[in-house]
């Protein structure tokens, strides 16, 4: 008997092999498929696509395309929402900027020596002490509604303001670094740039040039009240809305409203102490094609030609998008730039990578960073945390002045 036990166990087990493969044919005599669904899979199984596959795949490939081989972004944003221009933007424009700014050459004109220990906590703690003496409250004015006081500062114009540590700094860093120039790349209606033109000139020094504010903002009716904003601030304003931006002409009266006479030469008695060009057009505008020619895009000369001074020294980037050629032209055009306040550095997509780009170059310091709490944003299917990180960076030989003393900016 036990020599028959293998055979028996395998019979047994053959004829359940037969049972089970044989289930699913049972199971389908039982419930027959819908004849589409049975059409479809037989399709699928021969290597067919229904026709409304094929279409969608097809629109798919045609999207794809227009991505991937379109000269200019406009065409194929209109196959986009919202979120995906983004990944477009980053998908085409990232990798060959990052390459750039990775580059040898770029990251000798870009890095610089480290500062010392001692000049690191004497500008990062001289830093905090102003921001807490202007006044202690750290809140965002949602529709400019201010929920501190803090009354020694232009009141909140726009979405960063007096409220807001992040702002008070800006405005402490903008008066003790005594830079001439400065750029506010995404200014909205002008609260960044208020704070810049204030700092700027509430400086203890006298200046020996009068000093010049950048402000960018494409939506036209918002650059209008930018400009207001900083008129009542007492800065000369001129505003700009070009039709064109592309030809020597326009680079050449651009700068001469930088210059505003000759380069270097001091302000007079009774002229305002800040200029701003507020201008209503995109920062930098970058055309899809400019690669080769970095630095010489559309408007990253007037702001850092050699011939107007220092150029731009100190820089907010608040943007809804990663503007990588912009920014890249603006580091790598802009030799004196030496100091740069970034918003938002926790957005997908958004300007954080530039801060994080800076952090990581030798030189370049995070003096203070922090972060706010706002409502919350939904876009589309996206919603935006409440919580927004903000991170102010400065370069090295921007450091080896020391700070001047707290009375003298702080008022009594």
Same mark, same amino acid.
């Not at 690191?120 to 202690?136: F, I, M, P, Y």
């Not at 900083?230 to 304003?237: D, H, K, Q, Y």
């Not at 970058?286 to 100190?314: K, M, N, S």
């Given at each position: ?74 065409? =194929?944003?209109? $196959? ?8 477009? #933007? ?7 900027? *990052? ?26 703690? $001289? ?5 807490? *003496? ?8 949602? &529709? ?71 402000? $960018? ?12 904003? &900083? ?28 210059? *505003? ?33 970095? *630095?010489? =895009?559309?408007?990253?000369? =007037? ?13 907010? &980037? ?45 030189? $370049? ?6 972060? #706010? ?40």
């Amino acid at each position: 008997m036990p020599a028959v036990w293998p055979v028996a166990w395998a019979a047994v087990r053959l004829l359940g092999i037969l049972v089970l493969q044989s289930w699913p044919l049972v199971l389908s005599q039982g419930k027959q498929q819908p004849p589409q669904q049975h059409q479809q899979q037989q399709h699928l199984a021969q290597g067919f696509v229904p026709r409304q596959q094929q279409q969608q795949q097809q629109q798919h490939q045609q999207q794809q395309q227009i991505i991937e081989s379109s000269d200019s972004v406009h065409e =194929a944003r209109s $196959w986009q929402n919202e979120i995906d221009q983004d990944d477009y #933007y980053q998908s085409l424009r990232h990798h060959y900027w *990052g390459k750039v700014l990775s580059e040898q050459a770029v990251l000798d004109r870009l890095q610089r020596p480290p500062a010392s220990s001692e000049e690191l906590a004497t500008w990062r703690s $001289w830093l905090n002490a102003c921001a807490d *003496g202007l006044c202690s409250c750290d809140s965002f004015a949602f &529709l400019g509604v201010e929920t501190c006081a803090c009354p020694h500062l232009p009141p909140t114009v726009g979405q960063l303001g007096r409220t807001l540590k992040f702002g008070r700094l800006i405005w402490c860093a903008a008066a003790a670094s005594q830079v001439d120039s400065a750029a506010d790349l995404f200014t909205y209606r002008g609260g960044s740039a208020v704070l810049l033109a204030h700092g700027m000139s509430s400086s203890p020094k006298a200046r020996q040039r009068q000093a010049l504010l950048w402000a $960018w903002e494409l939506n036209r009716l918002e650059a209008q009240q930018a400009a207001r904003n &900083l008129e009542r601030l007492g800065a000369e304003v001129t505003w700009l809305s070009p039709s064109e931006w592309e030809g020597e002409e326009t680079q050449a009266a651009l700068e001469a409203l930088a210059v *505003g006479g000759a380069p270097g030469s001091p302000p007079s008695p009774t002229a305002p102490v800040v200029r701003a060009l507020v201008i209503s057009a995109a920062p930098f505008l970058h055309r899809p094609g400019d690669e080769a020619e970095l *630095g010489e =895009a559309a408007l990253i000369r =007037a702001p850092c030609r050699p011939g107007l001074g220092r150029g731009v020294e100190f820089a907010v &980037l608040d943007p809804t998008g990663p503007i990588v050629p912009e920014i890249a032209n603006l580091l790598v055009s802009c030799p004196n730039l030496r100091w740069l306040a970034v918003n938002n550095v926790n957005l997908p997509h958004h300007a954080g990578w530039a801060a994080r780009q800076l952090a990581n170059l030798t030189g $370049w310091h995070v003096l203070a960073q922090g972060e #706010y709490e706002v409502p919350e944003v939904q876009i589309g299917s996206v919603t935006y945390p409440t919580m927004r990180h903000w991170r102010l960076l400065a370069r090295s030989d921007a450091l080896r002045v020391l700070p001047p003393a707290l009375s003298k900016v702080l008022p009594s």
